[in-house]
């Protein structure tokens, strides 16, 4: 009765949260092998498979679901055949026509036998294909070294490889078979005897490859590995590997890379008395002359994993701990574009040994072996694609997972000992991590499986082998609800995904709440359509953020991501707009010619001053806010400062669009001739502007624009800073070549400044004109400021030396 409580919690618990939709239960017990074979080697025509036996009768169930229920369905029953004590699924790979899977069996009499199965999701082509004591298609096994690699292809179109043993036992010679999923087209592809011995994975035997299933092996008389190749008919010898001592030779077949296939050879070398294994990198195009050495490790041990990121694959070595002396292997992980040029180190060390590389959807993660682990499964690092390395606060303990949408998901568990395994999720990054649910959310143990189907992801769970597996899809709805009832943005029980959106997920924040982000918040597409508060934290935008209501930033910042994400609006009056209160600003990353204008609707609490600005100088990150009231004049001026700054000074060249409402204007502003100004070296300097346009909102712009501080819209004919001739000065000519002419009341001094600020060049003026020999001045555009010999500034302007 106790174990009923503990299911029902088990399943309530998994149920109630909102963010996975059961689709079937799959009626069966955990078998041995059956965790292996759950994964995404059982997809075949954009539908999964599963296979398991079922409790009672002993039947094998196959099923088939395209992620709906409706559309799950019974394959077939198999019985078990009376002669069989035992029975259980224990590997599937898809080919051109179907999907193989293998059944291993033990007789009444004691003896290991297995089935070749074959089915393309109907009850009539779902059928026995071939039997042998021992029998291998290429599943999903783990390599020693990175495990539950992708599983590579064993077809040639509707032709389908296998091997059987010439023993009983695993590590006996094999003959190689081929079938187009017919007992009739089932035959051996020749006669000869491979030497596939030395406990190697399943799926290492052989790959396809521009219309070839190649495979290694020994002819079993020689001292000699041999690559080999068949289309199906004879066999043909690639290339042999001479031995040294007693080397392994081709250890394994590795991934197919632009073109060529990159495989691993071994030997055994001897150094000093002592002897280690030499790790080698190969490459074929599937001649002889075109098979060679690709990249030689000098270590031991090597794991190969392909990944379609940034167009590259990774491998690994093991430095021998005799060589080393030392009481760690000590791993390095390289990564390569398919030269020797383009191989590097991704990262290397004693804790650097993946216990698991998962990819996708053009990301890679490495789950990495902790320096003191007590369990393989034990892992504390995550590694992002190009390598960027960080820990988690906590460690992880187990390897399972899948890559959606560039975000991470792999199951967690609270402690080791525990049953409660948690969905997580992260996009590279410590500040992108987090657990789905809450720590009371109860997945089912160990049998914990994600997988991808239509790019959308699904979990299969169970309960330490005694609760029935289930199939579950998760809901990627980011929908924010206010269900926990405090309006954190940070809580997951606010969203229907019941998980925090991460800078991937599109985002909709529905009418009628009043939501606070209280640390870190991402969104690809983020829809605002209630007022939303930044308290503490960030908000990070990767694609469009549309405003349907304002956004209060405080002193925090909203960061507008990558190099096209932007901001618009559902109405395009006055509102809904990002209101920088406090020291917040809103920040555009990568802001250059290929970004083009990015609008940015901003403004106080009381008023809305947007800004329209484009790069067509060196990309940069920008930032900007506005603040009501303008310092240093009581002249005709809008009464608004617009704060705008880049992350690195220089090379810049901005187009600047400045909003405001005709509240806004003093009594004595004039719109005719209104100028941006720029405020520089303790005074405001008119920029190249253009003539006011729009009605309430109205906008002016300036182009050139080089440096950057406080920007204001005022009457310059006001102020008497104009360029040529106020209070009595004249500087002339501009543009000048070499000689300067000044001419003022008074005697003096003139500063000039480069477009950063920096202080160039200072001289003393006399009462009248002062020819001045500029010619050390760099070619470019200057500042002057004239003081009078009270130390007051008469004029101010720029300058251009040709």
Known sequence: MKKFYLLAFLSLSFLGNAQFTKIMDLSGDVKPGMYDIINNYNIWNNKLFTFTIEDGTNDLLVKVTDGTVAGTKLVKRISKPAAYSSWSPYATKPAGNGLYFKIGTVDNAGNNICELWFTD???????????????????????????HRDVQPSNIGDLFFFWKATGTTSN?????????????????????????????????????????????????????????????????????????????????MGTVFKNKLFFVATTEVGVNGSSYTQTEVWETDGTEVGTKMFYNFKGNDSGMEKFEVNDRFSFRKTDHLMLLKSLENTSTVYYTDGTSAGTAIAFSGVDAQPARVITGNNSAYFLRLNSNNDTPKRVNALIGFPPVAYSFDKKIFSEEGKVLNNTLWFMNKDTYSSYNVIPWRSTGTDTTTFATANSNFGMGGFGAKTFILNNELYFITNYLGFMNMSLYKFNPDYTFTNAAGDNNWSNVNNWVAKNIPLNNDNVTIPAAFSPNINGAAFANDLTVNSPLNISTGSLNISGNLNLGANITLNNNNLNLKGGSSNVSRTAMASGHYIVTNGTGTVNIENLDAARGTVNLPIGTATNYNPISISNSGTSDTFSARVSDGISNTTNGAVNSTWEISEATAGGSNVNLSLGWNASQENSSFSRNSAKVGHYLNGSWNEENSGTVSGTDPFTISATGITSFSPFSVMNFGALATHNSIKNGVEVYPNPFSELLNISCLENGTVSFYDMSGKLVSTEFLVKGTNLLNKSNLQKGIYIYQIKGKDGNVVANGKIIKK
Do not use: C
């Open 121 to 147: 999701g109907t009850e009539a082509n779902t059928r026995l294909i071939s039997n042998n004591s021992y029998l291998e298609i290429g599943g999903s096994h783990m390599v020693t070294v990175i495990k």
């Open 172 to 252: 006996t010679p094999m003959t190689l078979w081929k079938t187009d999923g017919t007992s009739a087209g089932t035959s051996q592809v020749s006669s000869s005897i491979f030497n596939l011995a030395n406990n190697l994975e399943e799926f290492d035997y052989g790959i396809t490859f521009n219309g070839y299933y190649y495979f290694r092996g020994g002819n079993g008389t020689t001292n000699y590995n041999h690559l080999y190749r068949t289309d199906g008919t004879a066999v043909e010898t690639i290339k042999q590997f001479p031995l040294t001592l007693s080397g392994t030779g081709i250890d394994r």
